[in-house]
């Protein structure tokens, strides 16, 4: 169980918030403590230990050990024929492991952030998402797509923006976000022994944060399943959705019983899992680091009102990044990120307390 | 059949022969006959960066035979396609291959089923070049269930796994890494086989094929591209999308072969040297050689070039760019009609069969009727096969569904599980 900090919270002052993440540490000497790092790195070499299909490609996943090192190591264990380094051609290597996922391969290729996907994504969507379907299931597509996504620290607006809504509109595709280690780690063996191409959206600013782990999660047949979601924190006043980062968020703000619901699953989307919850609270929060404009948020919304629409008592509020490209400096771009702030003032108007409003800019 | 042996090794006898075969049916001994016959292609190759392959090809008069046969069936079965699409019977796209028949059979001829082919669009030949049926051609034009894809890919979509052609794309290049991705995939699991990634000179221009040739070339992938240049990137000639048209030498350090894609033995000869180089040049590299091997290999090609090739195809297509293209706005009826009487790669064979007293005209007649019966009966199959079933709308979605949703226009009327 994870221990949650809980702070009083009184009309407009909040205390200095504290890193998101430090509140989910559990201190219990029991549980052992990976980095999503680590969780990554080790799915990685336990599935291309199991199965000789998988091989790894991307720019410097070998001989640099990774551009944020998550492939660490694993050059030298499988050696050059299963960890690829590749020149910087998103859409010829892409294209090159889409070919060897058809003959039967399991490529993981990894992208150095998803921003440069976009040079691939013509490969992603139609020689991968859709190949299942035109050929009427002769040739599916076993392969990963993974690397870091969304916002970092500073890096601007080329390398910044999250694919999860992009991606995710795709028939043929699956989109996973993990969190924490067990997501991490769960997720990417799912993606991996999956036989249809996932987009797996990691998180750079996630990498060498600390979680606690089971037994059961560091065994080497540890899988999470895709399609469902986890319910970090039961509540009852209200239903926050959140995935990747922003699950951490979450479990920052305070003064109402949040039930936070990390997504896990971007597609599927587990529709029954957020439905049940807010037909338990009846207000819902949605809250994602992406463009807000034909967003996660936006889908989960239409989908809550399509499903459970007697049972909100509030509007549904979106929390998404802002409706701009990602400014360098730092007040600008903690003003285009969501922070702990914005999500309790939306949970205080879904709950209909009062808040001041703010002044327009 | 000792009739036929003298009617080949001499045609002043074979006129004296005629009236007395003239009641046998010489079909059955020319389809078996596997007499070595040697044939010489239209024109020497050209190359880059390698050796050429000899012009003249060893042949017989079985493949001679299959050589008219396959490429009379391609052409008939083109040309009812352009019948089948003006009476609406086939929808949206459709790209039609005859012209260009000899790139497919003679590829063919010179490879295994455990070589991969990946096409683009112009891909219904090559389809049945692999071993597809002209019902799963006409059905899956039509939308039917007895379609390669069941319906689900159309004219653009045909597959056939178990013979490994891979497709069927509709994105201009996007073929050419996958087939280097295929080429990986053999190399990774020591298949000893090729991959022959087809493109157009349209598509040649493409970054991504650059790309592909550079990371194949680093990794010494069993690759060989094949440019089907057919002098048209939809309206616009070559010369004016390319800055250099001669595709053969675009690989800069990949070698090439420039080859007359209307001549089948031509098309032959060159797959048949490329796969062999990209073979011995490819995967045994860095294994330890014996003399011998060792000799052998460096007397095969001047250079030692352990990476993919290309093949460009000097070919040509009758029909426009797809059915909505008259084909005739960018170039001149003459240079059609010219194409067709010198170079047609049908023609070709026909005269090469009687000149080699192979079979009469009367008889190669026959075959053609043949074919369009065969056609017709395929075409009066595929119209009375259904449409597929509404639940297909929701199936291979994904290869394992895990039991989610999926939806229809209207998500609260229609909805299915995927399974």
């Known amino acids: 169980m994870l221990a949650i900090a809980r702070q009083r919270m009184l009309g407009q002052s909040f205390k200095k918030i504290l890193p998101a993440v430090s509140v989910l540490r559990s201190y219990s000497s029991a549980a052992k403590q990976i980095t999503v790092r680590e969780a990554l790195n080790s799915a990685l070499d336990e599935e291309m230990s199991a199965d000789p299909k998988v091989f790894l490609m991307g720019e410097e996943v070998g001989e640099y050990q990774g551009a944020y090192k998550i492939t660490k190591g694993l050059l030298e264990k499988y050696g050059p024929e299963r960890v690829l380094d590749t020149p910087i051609t998103e ?73 999860a809504a992009w991606y995710a509109s795709c028939p043929g595709l699956k989109v996973l976000s993990p969190y924490n280690s067990e997501d991490a780690r769960g997720l990417l063996k799912a993606a991996i022994r999956d036989p249809d191409p996932v987009v797996f959206l990691e998180n750079e600013l996630l990498y060498g944060e600390s979680f606690p782990v089971s037994d059961e999660v560091l065994d080497s047949s540890f899988c999470l399943p895709i399609g469902k979601a986890k319910i970090e924190r039961e509540g009852k006043d209200v239903t926050i959705t959140a995935f990747s980062k922003m699950a951490a968020e979450m ?97 205080k108007r879904a709950c209909y307390r009062s808040v001041p409003l703010a002044a327009t800019a | 059949m000792a009739l036929s042996r003298l009617a080949s090794s001499s045609s002043r006898s074979a006129d004296l022969l005629k009236p007395l075969c003239s009641a046998i049916s010489l079909r059955r001994p020319i389809s078996t006959d596997t007499t070595p016959i040697t044939v010489e292609t239209s024109v020497p190759f050209t190359s880059h960066q390698c050796d050429t392959p000899s012009r003249s090809v060893q042949t017989n008069a079985k493949e001679l035979f299959t050589f008219f046969r396959d490429m009379a069936l391609m052409r008939r079965m083109e040309i009812a396609a352009d019948s089948l699409y003006k009476a609406k019977l086939i929808r949206g796209f459709c790209h039609l291959y005859d012209g260009q028949e000899a790139v497919a059979v003679g590829m063919e001829a010179a490879i295994t089923k455990k070589d991969c082919i990946i096409t683009a669009y112009r891909d219904h030949c090559t389809f049945v070049s692999r071993g597809g049926t002209l019902l799963e051609v006409f059905a899956e034009l039509m939308g039917r269930q007895a379609g390669c894809s069941r319906g689900k890919g159309g004219s653009m979509h045909f597959y056939k796994k178990d013979s490994n052609f891979y497709g069927g794309h509709g994105i201009v290049g996007a073929q050419v890494p996958l087939g280097c991705g295929l080429a990986f995939a053999q190399k990774y699991s020591k298949d000893e086989a090729v991959t022959f990634a087809l493109y157009g000179d349209g598509a040649a221009n493409q970054g991504q094929l650059f790309e592909a040739l550079n990371i194949s070339a680093l990794w010494d992938l069993p690759a060989i591209l094949v440019c089907e240049n057919n002098h ?51 995967p045994i590299r860095g294994k330890s050689l014996s003399l011998v091997e060792a000799i052998k290999l460096t007397s095969s090609c001047s250079v030692c070039c352990a990476y993919m090739q290309i093949l460009e195809m000097d070919t040509y297509r009758y029909h426009g760019h797809s059915m909505s293209d008259p084909g005739s706005t960018y170039r001149t009826r003459d240079e059609i009609t010219g194409v067709r009487q010198e170079r047609d790669p049908v023609e070709r064979i026909r005269k090469l069969i009687l000149s080699h007293d192979l079979a009469t005209e009367k008889e190669l007649k026959d075959i053609e009727k043949e074919i369009r019966k065969e056609v017709d009966d395929a075409i009066a199959q595929a119209k009375e096969n259904p449409l597929p079933e509404s639940s297909e709308l929701f199936t291979n979605v994904y290869a394992k569904g895990l039991g989610v949703e999926s939806f229809g226009a209207d998500r609260k009327e229609v909805r299915a599980i995927l399974p």
Not at chain 1, 310 to 334: F, H
């Open chain 2, 232 to 282: 048209y990137g939809m309206g616009t000639a070559e010369w004016r999308a390319a800055k250099s048209p001669a595709y053969y030498k675009r690989g800069d350090y990949a070698p090439g072969l420039k080859v007359d894609g209307m001549d089948a033995f031509a098309v032959k000869q060159a797959c048949t040297f490329a796969k062999e180089h990209a073979l011995k040049n490819g």
């Open chain 1, 91 to 163: 859409a010829g290597f892409t294209g090159i492991g889409v070919g060897a996922a058809y003959y039967g391969l399991k490529p993981v290729v990894e992208f150095m952030t998803f921003n440069f996907s976009m040079q691939a994504i013509d490969h992603i969507i139609n020689s991968a998402a859709k190949s299942n379907y035109m050929s009427a299931g002769q040739i599916s597509v076993p392969i990963v797509f993974r690397g870091p996504n969304g916002a970092a620290a500073g890096v601007g607006a080329q390398h910044s923006q999250c694919y």
């Open chain 1, 251 to 347: 479990l920052e703000k305070d003064g109402i019983y949040a039930e936070v619901i990390n997504l896990r699953s971007i597609r599927p989307l587990d529709r029954s899992t957020i439905n049940a919850s807010v037909r338990k609270t009846n207000r819902l929060i949605t809250v994602e680091e992406g463009f807000p404009q034909h967003g996660v948020g936006a889908e989960i919304c239409a989908s809550v009102v399509e499903e459970s629409f007697s049972y909100l008592d509030a509007p549904v509020e979106r929390i998404a990044g802002a409706d701009v490209p990602m400014p360098y400096a730092a007040n600008l771009e903690r003003m285009a990120v969501p922070q702990v702030e914005d999500i309790v003032r939306a949970a």
